[in-house]
């Protein structure tokens, strides 16, 4: 599965790979389920360049795999910190790919008081939305409150790794207090 608009920077839409037995039965539920478009040349033009651009790396510093890559550095220098398994939690625990869920044990009011107060110092927002996770819900027995995707893309691969971690620390360490 290949999301076009988070992997690629396109407009809506996925590519569903596998078995040709696979793809057959997915496409029987695909049109079921009223997605049989007229044309998808709207959709394939963007996600052939969001291809060219993001998995080639054509036309821009980082390739996807460099983005990845990034990512799987700078979250393993913040799970280094021994307080950051006491607040939250990445998921999966080493990314897959660009992206990845962070897991908080405090409220979004909290979270967002503390991301602002180590913006002061770091001037650097480890989040910009935040969701709460409801109480049904497996991880909310487990303590954790809030949650975020973190997504290596274009706009923030260029900033520098220690960058990351520190404002993470900093935003960890602000957390952990009582």
Same mark, same amino acid.
């Given at each position: 599965y290949i999301s076009f608009y988070k $992997? #690629? $920077?396109s407009i809506s839409g996925a590519m569903l790979m596998g078995e040709k037995e696979f793809c057959d039965e997915a496409r029987v539920w695909l049109r079921r389920f009223g997605g049989n478009l007229y044309t998808l040349l709207p959709y394939a033009a963007p996600s052939w360049a969001g291809y060219r651009r993001h998995v080639k790396g054509q036309g821009l +510093? &980082? +390739?996807f795999l460099d /983005?990845?890559?990034k990512l799987k550095r700078i979250t393993e220098k913040i799970e280094s910190d021994t307080d950051f398994s006491k607040v939250a939690r990445f998921n999966p625990r080493i990314p897959e790919t660009n992206m990845i869920h962070v897991? #908080? /044990?405090a409220s979004s009011d909290r979270c967002e +008081?503390? @991301?602002d107060k180590a913006f002061e110092t770091t001037g650097f927002k480890i989040f910009t @939305?935040? @969701?709460s996770i409801a109480e049904d819900d497996h991880r909310y027995s487990s303590g954790y409150r809030t949650s975020f995707e973190w997504t &290596?893309?274009?706009a923030n691969s260029s900033i520098e790794d220690e960058s990351f971690v520190h404002a993470w620390r900093q935003f960890i360490s602000i957390l952990s207090e009582k």
């Open positions: $992997g #690629l $920077g +510093s &980082m +390739s /983005k990845f890559n897991y #908080l /044990k +008081s503390v @991301r @939305r935040i @969701r &290596m893309g274009e």
